[in-house]
């Protein structure tokens, strides 16, 4: 069994994590629904200044709690530190959605060591949902246990997706979901993935899939939903890399079911 850091002020790494993820979320519903300043990191791919508010805050608490460890953020340069511990941070995920007012953004912070993860949060300030997940330990929402969906295929499934920035694969992911139309209950566009996997572990959907997830929403999201029972691979069934990585997040049928139905299409 792996053995969690010590924080500076004795608090758990469980802890530590929520604290500076409610710290944040405080910036985010502070200004959502302001006017930010946005800069285009490549075609509908920005960054806001509440992203670097949020971030700042991050990286500061973590720091404080834990100078020796290295920080993997979406917005900065990584620091890297002596420990082999490493955060790995995106303080705004859903940046469009909070630029344009869709209530549906969170706060996603993983604890890696080496290839394994071993802790992960997701939080939605607006809701107050905070879901996290320690290796081993199972997976909760606000301290409640939670699972994946019991549901056995695709044909009775709530699908969720994303496109992300990626112009080439956000077109096949939509020609994915035209081609299984209508052998699925229905599908969502989420507009945040970490969220999208959150909602998965927690059986609000019942499948969630992505062609191409970075690592803040990888590490925490693949932990999250294998802790509340569920299968994460790519596209091909194989394991996910925590770096850059297609996702395919459920129940072990419906899993097998939706690999079945991406073999036989072009797409996949």
Known sequence: MTTMPLSQSGKSTLEVAAEAA??????LKTHFREKTHVKYKGRANIVTDIDLQSETSLKSFLQAEYPDHSILSEESP??????SYKWILDPLDGTNNYSFGIPFFCIVIALTKGKD???GIVYDPLRDELFSAQKGKGATLNN???SVSKKKTVQDSLVG???GYVDEKGKRSLEFITSLWPKMYAYRIMGSAALGMAYTACGRLDLYFHFLLYPWELACGSLLVTEAGGVVSDLEGKPVKIGQSSVIASNKAIHTDFLRILGETSIG
């Open 22 to 27: 409610r710290k944040a979320g405080e910036i």
């Open 144 to 146: 409640y246990p939670i």
């Open 78 to 83: 990584a620091i890297s530190g002596n420990s």
């Open 117 to 119: 993860v071993l802790l």
């Open 161 to 163: 997706l994303d496109l």
